[in-house]
C-alpha cells in the first residue's frame, strides 16, 4: 500500500534492514536503495533543544510564502532567498519562537541544506565504510518542505536525526521520463521538473512509464542511496539529517565515462555534418544493442 495515495504510477516500499543485517549488510554491493533502520543509536543528543547546535550557523534557504517546493523552478512562483544565521535562531523560527522579524512574508519557511557539518557534530554518528570524511553536510528543515525530484553522481548515507521525511525514489533508468532537459533556467540536467504528486500528462506524457519507490525515515534510519537515483524528499515535521557522499567504483566509472563523452562531443562538433550524422546513429545502434543485451 503507498504511503502517499493517488501516485500516477506503480510505487513500491524501498527494502529495509535491521538489527544485525543493517550493520552488516555491504552497502556498495546494493544495486538499490536500502533503509538500514535503528541505525543511530544516540538521536536524542541531535534534538533542536540539545547544547550540541550553540554556536553553530547555517546558510539558510528561505522559502517564499507562495512557493512550495526549495526552487521556482517547478514552474511555481515565489522567490527564495538565502541568508546566514544561527542554527539556534534556525529552530526558534521553524517552532514560532522568539521575536523575529519576517525575512520574505507570513508563511515563510526554511531549509538549510549542503552546508559542511562540524565535525562536533558529524563525530556523534556511527557511519558507515567508504563515507568521505570531506564531505559530510547537515540538512534542517521546516515541515512541508519539498525537495523536487533530482539526483546526485555521488552514492549518498543520509543519516536522519529528528522529525520525518517521506523520500520518494526512482532508477537512474527514468532519466527520459523524468525530463531532465526542459530545466530550461539552469540548463542542468540533475533536476526534473515533473509534478511527481500531479503530473501534467500532456507536457510529460512519459511518466506513466516510471516505477518508484518510497518510504518514511524516522529519527535513527539510514538511507543508502546509490548513484544518480533520483529522489524527492518531503519533510512531515520539523526535520534534521546528515549526509555524507562516497566515491565508489561505479562513480569512478561513471566519470571516466562522462569525461570521454565530453572530449568526443568536442571531436565531433569538428566533423562535416554528414559524419556527424553517421557518429551518431552508429553510436545510437551500439546503445541499443546494449539495452537488448539488457533485457534478455
Sequence with gaps: MAIIANWAFPVSHVPELRGEEAFSVKLFEQKQPVVL????????????????????????????????????????????????????????????????????????????FGNQSPAKLTDLVRWPIGAMDSDKSMYITAAGVLTKAHYDRHTAFLMHLYGKKHVLLLSPKYFQQLYPIHDTVTGNDRRSLVNLRSPDFKAHPRVVELEAMETVLEPGDM??????WWHEIEAMEV????????????????????????KCSELISQLPPEQRIFVSERTKAALNQLRREDNT
Design 37 to 112: 533502520r535503528n541505525y543511530i543509536d544516540n538521536v536524542e543528543n541531535f534534538a533542536p533543544h540539545s547544547d550540541i547546535w550553540s554556536g553553530i550557523t547555517g546558510k539558510v534557504t528561505v522559502i517564499s510564502p507562495d512557493n512550495p517546493a526549495v526552487t521556482a523552478r517547478a514552474g511555481q512562483s515565489g522567490d527564495n532567498v538565502i541568508v546566514e544565521m544561527t542554527v539556534t535562531e534556525i529552530f526558534e523560527r521553524i517552532s514560532g519562537l522568539g521575536n523575529h522579524p519576517f525575512i520574505l512574508g507570513e508563511g515563510e519557511r526554511y531549509y538549510v
Design 223 to 228: 538511507l543508502f542511496i546509490p548513484s544518480n
Design 239 to 262: 526535520s534534521i539529517s546528515l549526509r555524507s557522499n562516497a566515491e565508489n567504483e561505479t562513480f569512478f566509472r561513471l566519470e571516466e565515462i562522462f569525461s570521454h563523452l565530453e
